[in-house]
């Protein structure tokens, strides 16, 4: 964690390091990831967005699920040169549900404010998270858009029982805007890429990364190559 407090720079001595979570299963990462990542950042004045490559995701099938060392490995290249880390921190975590791990990150880094930044077709379906309204009240939640999902996202459940907490990206200048729950939307031009597209394309994707050697780039813990 030190390691980290360097790299931001010494201006973080001032106020706690602001960090934007992105989850998700990066199947394989690419510039759409990148591309909003860099657009939270700026827009919600953060000093890092850290990219949660997750082991598992529950409501996605496992069939077509490439290894979490390659996964991890091509969110490690295109994270290159940016203010992005990505890590399979959950793997050590020994968490499944989104919630459980937002809530060890919080326990793990105290000293760092968390924001989760979600798509718009998370959004629509926040629902159907374990207790995601417990997760609601955890940290902040940015939510950007996705095409096709505005309709559904703006008529689910979440985005109802949400509405009450609306704030501006501004709000999280101050250390007060940091409470949760919070719902705030960032006007983005929505970027048409998808990891599924790139599965289509080239289904042997995962090959290129196959037998290198992956440390993680947050806990600096090895990756075991063969795990699923």
Do not use: C
């Amino acid at each position: 964690m030190a390691r980290a407090r360097h790299r931001a720079g010494p201006a973080l001595s001032r106020r706690p390091q602001r960090v934007g979570l992105l989850g998700g299963s990066f199947n394989p990462a690419h510039g759409g990831h990148r591309r909003i990542s860099l657009f939270a950042r700026a827009a919600l004045n953060l000093d890092a967005v850290w990219w949660l490559v997750s082991p598992g995701n529950p409501l996605k099938p496992a069939a077509g699920m490439a290894p979490l060392s390659a996964r991890l490995a091509s969110a490690m290249q295109l994270a290159r040169r940016a203010p992005i880390i990505p890590t399979a921190i959950e793997r050590e975590l020994g968490t499944v549900y989104t919630v459980d791990t937002l809530r060890a990150l919080h326990r793990r880094y105290p000293n760092i404010d968390f924001v989760w930044l979600m798509g718009s077709d998370n959004l629509a379906q926040l629902h159907r998270w374990r207790d995601w309204r417990r997760l609601a009240r955890t940290m902040p939640i940015a939510v950007i858009a996705r095409p096709g999902y505005g309709g559904s996202a703006a008529a689910s459940p979440a985005a109802a029982w949400l509405g009450r907490y609306r704030r501006s990206a501004a709000s999280l200048k101050h250390r007060a805007g940091w409470s949760a729950p919070a719902l705030i939307h960032l006007r983005f031009d929505p970027d048409p890429r998808s990891a599924t597209a790139i599965r289509r394309g080239d289904p042997d994707w995962a090959q290129l990364y196959a037998g290198r050697t992956v440390r993680d780039p947050l806990t600096h813990h090895p990756v075991n190559l063969d795990t699923p």
